[in-house]
């Protein structure tokens, strides 16, 4: 069975500083990984993905993620928080092929300014 | 293009009702999946269709029913509600692609079981 875990309910950090939101995963094969933002009343958005290639991937808004398999790892990063970048952050995983999409249990960033 | 469109938006039911989500994408998305959200506990697959005349269970089944007799609508029934089925629920769509595709989500039905 494939797991997402998200290990911090809520990461705060001041405008300007980087930010880091962990992402850990288990997966029979290789994974397709995913981090989805979600603001207020709102449905999730897509911000970026891993499939192969490049560890590092880059995203919307100026987010980017660092793929790691030996620690299973998707960490989600970005240089300098911006207010608005407050929301729910939710990392997902797909194992190969056609396979359900399992979900974290999100992390909720605070960017104080 | 209006992407995954869920309604109603919002709803309050009694214990015992039953009722129907609606989910429409009009992006030709093969794959559809309905989730829903509680605090603390994430996204939560309840079923999901990876074509017209096809579905399958996912997580937390119970108390649920999915048809999808077309490519655009991928409804959730509620049997008979009881108040553990207070949540949000979302609908989601992604293309075929061999599942490396995002999903669209839509802006939820926030529902209430009294």
């Known amino acids: 069975a494939q797991s997402v875990a998200q290990p911090e309910d809520q990461v705060n950090v001041a405008e300007g500083n980087p930010l880091t939101v962990k992402c850990t995963y288990s997966?029979?094969?290789?994974?397709?990984l995913f981090w989805y933002v979600q603001y207020p009343n709102r449905g999730l958005q897509f911000l970026l993905k891993?499939?192969?290639?490049?560890?590092l991937v880059k995203g919307s808004y100026g987010f980017e993620a660092e793929f790691n398999k030996s620690q299973t790892s998707f960490h989600l990063k970005k240089p300098s928080a911006l207010v608005s970048d407050s929301a729910l952050y939710f990392c997902a995983v797909r194992g190969g092929g056609y396979q359900k999409v399992t979900f974290g249990t999100g992390t909720k960033l605070q960017v104080i300014p | 293009n209006a992407g995954v469109t869920q309604t109603p938006k919002f709803q309050v039911l009694k214990t015992g009702q039953s009722m129907t989500l609606q989910c429409a994408q009009d992006m030709n998305h093969e794959y559809m999946s309905w989730y829903r959200q509680d605090p603390g506990m994430g996204l939560r697959l309840i079923h999901y269709s990876v074509g017209a005349g096809i579905t399958d269970q996912g997580e937390v089944p119970n108390g649920y029913n999915v048809s999808r007799s077309t490519t655009e609508d991928f409804p959730l029934r509620l049997l008979s509600a009881a108040p553990s089925q207070t949540s949000v629920y979302f609908c989601?769509?992604?293309?075929?692609?061999?599942?490396?595709?995002?999903?669209?989500f839509g802006d939820g039905t926030r529902l209430s079981i009294l």
């Open positions: 997966v029979s094969g290789n994974p397709y």
């Open positions: 891993y499939i192969t290639g490049d560890n």
């Open positions: 989601a769509s992604s293309s075929r692609q061999g599942g490396n595709q995002p999903q669209h």
